[in-house]
């Protein structure tokens, strides 16, 4: 639906702005990225209006995004780094399993 689409278009401008930041590896960036998005997926949750066989394929896409937007709200540089690694090609692939 329309308000996830828009949801998840401005996680991916948050990657790809995020990917612009000169100092965008330190722990500190992966944490204020992982609020942002966790706050930007809250929204997401709260206006999607989606109904049946959709909006279960929907959470089985989002749940593993979720994941990892959490794991960047955390203070872990490491798993910070791989999850969005996993976030960046998760939101890549969205286009291709939904409309």
């Known amino acids: ?25 330190s722990a500190a960036a992966y944490n204020d990225l992982g609020i942002s998005m ?9 206006d999607c209006r989606m109904k049946g066989p959709a909006h279960d394929m929907l959470h089985v896409y989002l749940m593993p995004l979720v994941k990892d937007v959490n794991l960047l709200a955390e203070k872990d540089e490491h798993q910070s780094e791989a999850a ?16």
């Open 1 to 25: 639906d329309e308000p996830t689409n828009r949801h998840i278009a401005q996680l991916q401008v948050m990657v790809q702005e995020f990917n612009t930041q000169a100092e965008h590896t």
């Open 38 to 46: 966790k706050s930007e997926m809250q929204e997401l949750f709260k």
């Open 84 to 99: 969005f690694a996993r976030v960046s090609e998760r939101l890549k692939e969205y286009n291709q399993y939904f409309e």
